[in-house]
């Protein structure tokens, strides 16, 4: 079980829903963002031209924790937001925790399956996936969709990461 380490006074899950659809330079459109402060429980949940500046903190105090960061780094940049000084990446840590030990893919629902955790089906996933990937227009019901699966996810880590 991770243990957040109690000098950081902020521990910020976050999690984008992004597609690409010809995209200059092939960066990701951020289409929604859930994040919860797993200390405060507090939650932002910001939809595409809601983002403006980082609105949560992400300076040395803050640590940042992504399953793939790579993708929520994509985000930072297209968003031109300013990078994290603190990040923890937990597909990396799971890579690292069963290295030649495991062989399914590493997607967050497989590593929560792993661990025995209540996650989504990979066939709700790969649905939401493909809806994101749209490009849109999204309906009301479906903006609402997307944002609670972006929210389902990765908050099952608030286990984890005490």
């Not at 963002?33 to 949940?45: Q, T, Y």
């Not at 009301?140 to 880590?157: G, H, T």
Request: proline fraction near 7%; charge should be neutral; glycine fraction near 8%.
């Amino acid at each position: 079980m991770l243990q957040a380490p109690l000098h950081y006074r902020y521990v910020v899950a976050v999690d984008f829903e992004f597609e690409f659809n010809g995209h200059d330079g092939n960066r990701p459109r951020p289409v929604c963002m859930v994040a919860k402060e797993l200390r405060s429980g507090e939650i932002w949940r910001l939809w595409r031209g809601q983002f403006g500046s980082t609105p949560f903190p992400i300076g040395p105090e803050t640590l940042i924790v992504a399953f793939m960061v790579s993708a929520e780094i994509g985000c930072f940049l297209a968003l031109g937001w300013p990078m994290p000084a603190r990040v923890l990446d937990l597909w990396v840590e799971f890579k690292n925790l069963t290295n030649g030990r495991w062989l399914g893919p590493p997607s967050l629902v497989n590593v929560l399956q792993f661990y025995g955790l209540d996650t989504i089906s990979g066939i709700e996933k790969r649905e939401m996936q493909d809806l994101v990937l749209t490009g849109g227009p999204w309906s009301a019901e479906q903006q609402a969709d997307i944002l609670d699966y972006a929210r389902r996810i990765p908050f099952r880590w608030r286990s984890c990461c005490r």
